[in-house]
């Protein structure tokens, strides 16, 4: 079995692993590293701490954001617009709970069994306190938190400047540009071209910059790029430093009404920011969402700077499925890297013909058509 894998984001990497390891014969096409997409994220861990986008509770979260001077919005998708707008406060599709669920222990169990074998990545299920400046904000996620302790512990916790924080023991953390890296050392099999692809189409045939080639199944995960093939998606660009210096953290910390984040590392502190709804490249942001981190954590010196993009769909939760010769595999959002190894096992299953769509997860997969990356 031929397969192609368009995209070396985490979802990708994915994708390529569980088919290498179904035996498929794989190529993988990522014009930049592995990893290359995806690595300026915090690299927290917390697949059950997903919301939907299609809410009011989001829509004031983003007001919150934007006051801080941490959102900005300058072009969205229209289609995805319209489609969240047309479903706001809708009740979620059913079996989305039992979906989510398992495709969040699906990805916290392939995350630690990885570690297991060798832990080159610094995973670390410390746990993560999320700190709230509102009041309001805080008393709603509280509640929200307490009503589905018995599956996901939280500690309210007093934290001294704040309004109140949250603290989840279940959540782990990892580097992502050292899991990139594992990643790379795991896909021995995989035929990786340093390539971008031009055009995928429903047959299943390839157009990338070495050429044109054919494939039995071909996963495109090119993010919010798999807006070209048919998904309503949307990208919320956001920015990760990496900083040297004292910081004094010793678990990972979510400043939830900033829309910072900052993970400690030994030696170094992992900081992240910004929701600009924007689907250009262009990092007009930077600056202000530097001066609200620097405002929240020390930022003594800073190694490096990258920019990615979160893949929303309408009600931000993943989306994956198959027609024809394409599988699409996208929509992780704020959590992609949460939902990485489950989406990309979805994807690889899809792809060996070993699994059909899945209503839920196929919900916004029903116009899959060939099209231009
Ligand atoms: C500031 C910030 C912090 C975040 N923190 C977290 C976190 O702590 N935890 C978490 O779970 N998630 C986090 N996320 C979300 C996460 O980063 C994204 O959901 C994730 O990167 C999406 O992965 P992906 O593989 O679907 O797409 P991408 O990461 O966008 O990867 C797509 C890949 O496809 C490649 N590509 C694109 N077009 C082509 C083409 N034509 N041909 C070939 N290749 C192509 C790109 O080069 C890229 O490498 C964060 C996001 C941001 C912005």
């Given at each position: 079995m031929k397969a192609a894998v368009v995209g070396g984001g985490i979802v990708g990497l994915f994708t390529a692993w569980y088919l290498e390891r179904e035996g498929a014969d794989v190529t993988l096409f990522e014009?930049?590293?592995?990893?290359a997409g995806s690595?300026?994220?915090?690299?927290?861990?917390?697949?059950?701490n997903a919301y939907r986008t299609n809410t009011l509770a989001f829509l004031r979260r983003v007001g919150r954001l934007w006051r801080r001077g941490t959102c900005t919005f300058r072009r969205c998708d229209g289609r995805w617009l319209f489609e969240s707008l047309h479903q706001?406060?809708?009740?979620?599709?059913?079996g989305m709970d039992d979906c989510l669920h398992e495709m969040a222990e699906t990805s916290t169990a392939r995350y630690a069994a990885f570690a297991r074998e060798?832990?080159?990545?610094?995973?670390?299920?410390s746990g993560v306190l999320e700190r709230y400046d509102d009041a309001r904000h805080f008393a709603h996620e509280r509640d929200l938190a307490l009503a589905r302790q018995s599956h996901f512990p939280v500690e309210v916790r007093a934290s001294e400047g704040d309004a109140g924080a949250l603290f989840f023991p279940g959540v782990s953390w990892l580097h992502t540009e050292q899991f990139a890296e594992r990643m790379a050392r795991e896909l021995v099999g995989t035929h990786v071209v340093h390539r971008r692809v031009r055009r995928v189409d429903l047959d299943g045939t390839v157009l990338s910059d070495a050429g044109p080639s054919t494939f039995d199944a071909v996963a495109v995960c090119t993010g919010v790029g798999c807006r070209s093939l048919g998904v309503p998606l949307t990208g919320v660009r956001g920015y990760g430093w990496h900083t040297r210096g004292p910081?004094?953290?010793s678990v990972a910390v979510i400043f939830e009404d900033r829309g910072i984040a900052a993970v400690p590392f030994a030696g170094e502190l992992k900081v992240t920011g910004g929701w600009d709804f924007d689907l250009s490249t262009s990092p007009y942001q930077v600056e202000r969402v530097l001066r609200t981190a620097r405002g929240s954590v020390p930022l003594d010196t800073i190694l490096d700077f990258k920019q990615g993009s979160r893949p929303c769909t309408p009600d931000g939760l993943p989306t994956v499925g198959r027609k024809a010769g394409l599988v699409v595999a996208t929509g992780?959002?704020?959590?992609g890297w949460s939902f990485g190894p489950a989406l990309g096992r979805h994807a690889a299953l899809l792809c060996l013909d070993r699994m059909r769509n899945q209503p839920f997860l196929a919900r916004f997969c029903g116009e899959l058509h060939s099209g231009n990356l």
């Open positions: 014009p930049g590293p592995l990893g690595v300026h994220a915090a690299g927290i861990i917390e697949p059950a706001l406060e809708r009740p979620p599709l059913e060798r832990n080159d990545f610094q995973y670390t299920p910081h004094g953290l992780g959002f704020r959590l």
